[in-house]
């Protein structure tokens, strides 16, 4: 009887067999870089401009990016989410699950009036679970929710575009990285306004004779 053994299964009996002591290759843990397969998650942005987009507001920057996840691995979990941006924020993290913070909200806040909220059920943040298993060929569809303190910067204007990476870990460390846009939205930022002169903040000299 010829047994089938899946590609999550083919790597942990390599790693039992490396940990007994034979020397043995494992493309996933002795490349330069682990990946995870490039034709097993497919991930692709949805939505209207609007709903992949970075907002500009007086406590930094918000984040939001709608995303269809799909799998192609036999048994796959996310373990978390990363986003790689074309400027640095130590500051940067993915919106807490409401259920994690009080158990009793549904919705997603970013903690302004002025920002959107979004329904639990409507958003991908909880989804980075280890313990929650996807098949093949399982969807997943929502948005990514995050925050950062450093504000976009002044090069990307108003209705630009900003490249970006959204990264999959999966439950082994193994990642994926994948290319979006992200909409300039500065309508909650004031525009600068150059200073007007006040002829009283520069009196005229006088003279004496």
Not at 13 to 25: D, K
Not at 72 to 91: R, V
């Amino acid at each position: 009887m010829k047994m089938t053994i899946d590609i999550v299964d083919q790597l942990a009996v390599a790693r039992r067999i490396r940990a007994a002591g034979r020397p043995i290759h494992i493309a996933e843990d002795d490349g330069e870089v682990r990946r995870i397969p490039s034709n097993g998650l497919r991930v692709y942005q949805t939505g209207g401009a609007l709903e992949s987009c970075a907002i500009d507001y007086p406590g930094g920057t918000a984040f939001m990016i709608r995303l269809i996840i799909t799998v192609n691995l036999p048994k796959f979990a996310i373990s978390a989410f990363g986003l790689e941006l074309p400027w640095k924020d130590d500051s940067f993290h993915w919106l807490e699950d409401p259920l994690e913070i009080d158990g009793e909200s549904r919705c997603y806040r970013f903690g302004s009036k002025d920002l959107p909220v979004l329904e639990r059920r409507d958003v991908l943040n909880h989804m980075a679970d280890v313990r929650r298993i996807f098949s093949r060929g399982e969807s997943l569809k929502g948005s990514l929710l995050g925050c950062g303190l450093e504000s976009i910067p002044e090069k990307f204007q108003r209705g630009m575009k900003i490249p970006a990476f959204v990264v999959v870990y999966d439950q082994f460390g193994l990642k994926g990285r994948f290319p979006v846009e992200l909409y300039t939205d500065r309508s909650l930022v004031r525009p600068r306004v150059p200073k007007k002169r006040n002829l009283l903040d520069h009196p005229d000299r006088i003279t004496r004779d």
